[in-house]
């Protein structure tokens, strides 16, 4: 039974899917606004979300813990901080929107625009 078990895992392996989770991510906070599949889309909206949300605490401890979890890049890590976070600041939840698109041609397969608000 899959009863709480709602992981989506793309036919990948565990470490595989959450690097896919890491550089949509990225993308994700260096452009604002990426087209993925669908099912993608879903999967990371929670992801980015949460960092947002961490970045909202501008201390050190919480600047160590987004930078680890974006591979240590500190642009797309200041760039949360510094425009993102404050962006949100008098928001509580909800920081992106997920935009359905039409299917791709060569596979069939759901897309969808992520972006932030």
């Known amino acids: 039974m899959r009863h ?4 989506r895992k793309f036919g990948r392996t565990k470490n595989v ?3 896919l989770l ?8 260096k452009r604002e606004k990426i087209l993925t599949t669908e099912a993608k889309a879903k999967e990371i909206r ?4 949460k960092l947002v949300t961490q970045a909202k605490t501008n201390t050190v401890a919480t600047k160590r813990l987004v930078l ?19 962006r949100y600041a008098t928001r509580a939840g909800g920081y992106t929107r997920i935009t359905k698109m039409p299917a791709r ?11 932030f608000v």
């Open 4 to 7: 709480g078990n709602n992981v």
């Open 17 to 19: 899917r959450r690097a």
């Open 22 to 29: 890491k550089g949509l991510a990225l993308s994700l906070v």
């Open 46 to 49: 929670p992801y980015v979300e």
């Open 68 to 86: 680890a979890k974006l591979y240590n890049r500190e642009e797309e890590t200041a760039k949360l901080f510094t425009t993102l976070a404050p």
């Open 105 to 115: 041609k060569s596979d069939g397969s759901k897309m969808a625009y992520i972006e």
